[in-house]
């Protein structure tokens, strides 16, 4: 694939896979580090897109690849886990005595009151991880606009993720719940780049 090509992909990097037994969604992601890393493209992506909305977005996914963001994601959760076990071993005996134990952090009957420090710390960290992925995707959108300038097709693929996507969730709800940004605010960053990169007269 000319695209994997530029980037310094090697083709077999990218995969299509028969995502339609599983749904109709036009999907893409990228997964794996090191030798294990890949590009997937649903076959939605031949049913129901254009060539050039399947470009951009196989230059979004390439921008994920290129840029690194498997990484990132591995060194933040990483650091996060790191954080919240910390604070949990901190915390452990003052919530255990407010749930009337007295186990210690090493005793089974102390799992619960674990389960629920871990569940309670993951939940407080959702909205980080989902900061860091909105800015990872709005970053692969830039990378695409970038190397395959297509921002209709690209905003035209976005669009059709709004059947299964809110399209205009209000701040706090994209803040707290949302790992992409929303696709309202995603076409008008392709718009943008549109009008501040017109076609070259010939």
Known sequence: MVQAKEAGIEPG?????????????????????GNSARIAISDVALKGASLDEVKAVTGHEIGHYVLGHIWIGVAVFSLLAVLLFFLADRLFPRVARAFGSDAAIGDPRGFPVMMFLLSLFAFLAQPILNTLSRTDESAADAYSLKTVNLPDALASALVKTAEYRNPRPNGIEEFLFYSHPSVERRVRAAMEWKAAHPPEAK
């Open 13 to 33: 990097r990218i995969f299509l896979y028969d995502g339609s037994r599983q749904s109709n969604n036009f999907t893409a992601n990228v997964s794996g580090i």
